[in-house]
């Protein structure tokens, strides 16, 4: 299934407004195109973290509280390249959001703690192994 967005009921769907957040306006050789900004990266691609059909003033916090708990136990999800250093998300980021749509799901509290558990418990094995591998142990 191909990935929806929906960006015009962010900001009051002031376009003005919320454009800014969601697109980097690139200017080259008398052509002006658009990409993603990293936030809108995050928010896009890293949909399956926060699992919610849509960011809304009722559950923007726990968005937040799920991209924190992500970053916190499985690392920065933005990165700035331009000055090499790592990103977190803030709970202003995520509030700039509400209103935005996009078709990945719905999981209860319960599913994504268990799903973020299992990831970090799966990355810790993983690195055990590496380490024993390295060893030469079985």
């Known amino acids: 299934m191909p990935l929806y967005t929906?960006?015009?009921?962010?900001?009051?769907?002031?376009?003005s407004k919320w454009s800014p957040i969601v697109y980097n306006e690139i200017k080259e050789d008398g052509e002006t195109t658009y990409e993603l900004t990293g936030i809108a990266q995050v928010?896009?691609?890293?949909c399956?973290?926060?699992?919610v059909w849509e960011i809304t003033q009722d559950n923007w916090k726990?968005?937040?509280?799920r991209l924190d708990m992500w970053q916190n136990g499985m690392g920065t999800l933005l990165y700035d390249r331009e000055n090499k250093k790592e990103i977190l998300i803030t709970p202003e980021m995520v509030y700039e959001w509400i209103g935005f749509k996009v078709n990945c799901g719905e999981e209860s509290k319960a599913k994504y703690r268990k799903r973020l558990t299992d990831a970090m418990r799966s990355r810790a094995v993983d690195k055990l192994k590496d380490w024993e591998k390295q060893r030469g142990d079985k």
Do not use: A, Q, R
């Open 6 to 15: 929906d960006y015009t009921n962010m900001m009051g769907g002031d376009k």
């Open 43 to 46: 928010m896009v691609l890293c």
């Open 48 to 51: 399956h973290i926060y699992s």
């Open 62 to 65: 726990e968005c937040f509280i």
